[in-house]
């Protein structure tokens, strides 16, 4: 059982930067898939980003590509998101997610969201 608590969202002007932290407990020594989904009012939930605690196979979606980063610290079982140049359209709910082993089946673990809202 993993519990997964987001922090560093805010309110910030169009084209500036934040860094959102996904705070993990501790991994039970499978290899986890980790993402950052997101949702606006009104709109379907979406993946940001993703990659394995493996290292390997990172994923973003193509709105983000070139301005968001996805990275870890497995030695202090923290998942980030470095959100660069942000857009209004950026504005949403952040969510960090967790699944054993694969995303391709949907994520077993939600975070609660920290809230990132982009003005123009």
């Known amino acids: 059982q993993l519990t997964l608590v987001e922090s560093g969202g805010g309110s910030v002007e169009a084209g500036g930067s934040l860094r959102l932290t996904c705070q993990v407990s501790a991994y039970t020594g499978t290899n986890y898939c980790m993402a950052w989904f997101r949702q606006a009012p009104g709109k379907e939930r979406e993946a940001v980003a993703q990659?394995?605690?493996?290292?390997?196979?990172?994923y973003y979606a193509d709105s983000v590509k070139g301005r968001f980063t996805i990275s870890q610290d497995n030695a202090k079982n923290t998942l980030y998101l470095r959100m660069n140049s942000l857009k209004p359209e950026d504005s949403a709910m952040y969510y960090c997610?967790?699944?054993?082993?694969?995303?391709?089946?949907?994520?077993?673990?939600w975070g609660k969201g920290t809230l990132v809202t982009i003005s123009s």
């Open positions: 997610a967790a699944a054993p082993v694969s995303c391709e089946y949907g994520m077993d673990y």
């Open positions: 990659l394995y605690t493996t290292g390997n196979l990172t």
